[in-house]
């Protein structure tokens, strides 16, 4: 079976790339038959996916409309998975802002890395698109947050960052900041004052337990 599953997840990170929407549903369907574990079809299938398609998107060799075809095939797939996923869920790991920056729209990589904070115990309030400051700094107030995570796909969008860091910073509020996306490197978080950074959902999780244990240090 195993021979079977990593055939599958292959072919499934190829549909994903070529965003194939309807192989995608039957391949996670199919690997659902057969036993495997939801966060596996993620980890393994879907995610190696879609990381090819935001590097292909960062060095240009594809472009806005064929990641969105990606995106959609890759949210067909999720809609399955996400029930399945939170099920898993415990609370208590601390509460996370996340939020697709001002002036970008895209939110595939943002609600994937939502889901997989959920599925480690995170609560995660997504304020979704096209986030203002005010509306991170407002939510993460009300909400009594440790963290904010950013994303952004457009490279003319990845300046809006450095505000929310910024205003962060000046009005000496205690959050912990973490960004990701497509165009986003490890380089351009620390430029910008960021706490951590992430460079696929996975990734997230792990800077997000890292940024929570800094937190309550800091407290």
Partial sequence: MENTEKELFSQLAQ??????QEIT???TNELLTLGTEPKRILDEGLMPGMEV????????IIFV???LISARAMKSSLAILEPLLSKSDISGAGTIIIG?????????GKNIVAMMLRSSGFK????????KVEKFLLTAEQEGAQILGMSALLTTTMGYMKTVVTRVRDDKLPYKIMVGGAPISRQFAEQIGA???ARNATEAVAMAKKLMEEFKTAS
Avoid at 124 to 131: E, L, P, Q, Y
């Fill in 15 to 20: 549909a994903v790339i070529e965003g194939k």
């Fill in 25 to 27: 549903v039957a391949l």
């Fill in 53 to 60: 398609v935001g590097i292909r998107f960062r060095d240009n």
């Fill in 65 to 67: 409309p064929q990641v």
């Fill in 100 to 108: 697709t920056v001002k002036g970008d729209i895209h939110d595939i």
């Fill in 124 to 131: 995660v309030v997504d304020i979704g698109i096209d986030a």
């Fill in 195 to 197: 706490d951590g950074y």
